[in-house]
Structures are given as structure tokens and as C-alpha cells.
């Protein structure tokens, strides 16, 4: 979203409406934001359409109880809301749209390097040369890093000071994280068949 972007005619406070329809509006401004919005958007840039001292998450909160039972719905990510549409409605989208260029098609292996990075951030090609006990192609590196999924990090502070990958804004809206805290931890992983349980 852009920033430090003030329109002096809009009026935040609605204070000529009652109370039930001020809150209305300000739901509704928050609304048009996230739709016009491709990217999540912060709580402090939605702030900038309601009135002072108005709480954002409760008239998120709000909006998403607006649209229960509609096909898409509110999903917090990375930093910020965004809209979404229900994963119920997939195969429907599928079918009817062009999504090819939004379809992650990433093979497990692929998966696997990524979460490596994710848990390991900042890592070398090395390190993670380490984990899997193979190198790891620049050609692997390349797709993750043209699908915006992973980015370069600060360089190594060892000898010839290699690049690190870390992951990208768009990992956490890809996987529907908020931020990298929200990825499971080992055990959650172990219950859930992906690795095998520590001896």
C-alpha cells in the first residue's frame, strides 16, 4: 500500500453519522482497501481510514463475520490482512480461470529446501549442502527465488563471504503464515507424519 499518503478530505472521524453506521463505513473503507490491495496490508495503513483511536482488529473482526458463508474471507498474513478465496472454491477456480502464473507447482523437494531455509534462515548453498548431504543446484535456488519465495540475505561472514537465503513476504502469503513464528515446530511436524519422531 502507499505510504504517508494523506488525503486532508477524508473525513476519519464520521462524527455527523450515528454510531452503528459510522462503525458500518469505517468496516466498509477497510474493506474497499483490502480489495484493492494485491499485497496484505498493515494495521497502521488501515488505521489511516477510520477514526482516531478506532480498533482496526475489532472491525476486521467485524468484516470477517460479514463475510462468513461468502466465497472468500479475510486471511491475516505477513504483517497484514488480505482477501482470500476459500479453499473450498479451488478446484471451481481451477477450472474456470488462467492461474498458471500464481500456481506454485513446486516439487517436494523443492518444499523441503524451502522449509530448510525457513527454519535455518540466514543459510549458505552450503549449509544447506549440510542438511540434505548433497548440493543443492543454483537452478533449484533460481525457480524459489523467481517465484519470490525466498530472497538473498546478508553475506556470510565466512572466508569469501557467500550469499544467504532467507524467505520472502511472499513465503508467508504463499503458506498463510503471519510471520515466520507461525511455522510448526518439530514436534507439530512429527504428528503430523512430515518428519520422523527424534530417538
Known sequence: MAKDRSDPELDRELADLPPEL?????????????????????????ARVVGQGVSVDLLVEDLAADLEGRAFEIAQVAGGWMFRTRAAYAPAIRAAADIGDQLLDLSEFDVAVLAAIAYHQ?????????????EISRDLIGRLHARDLIGTGPRSPRRGAPYTFVTTEQFLVAFGLESLHDLPDREQLEDAGVVDEAP
Do not use: H, N, Y
Not at 474497499?32 to 494485491?38: D, G, M, P, R, T
Not at 540466514?122 to 544447506?128: A, K
Open 22 to 46: 459510522r462503525w458500518r463505513e469505517w468496516m466498509r473503507r477497510i474493506e474497499a482497501v483490502l480489495f484493492a490491495s494485491a499485497s496484505p496490508v498493515p494495521r497502521e495503513d488501515l
Open 122 to 134: 540466514p543459510i549458505t548453498r552450503d549449509g544447506l549442502k549440510d542438511i540434505f548431504g548433497k
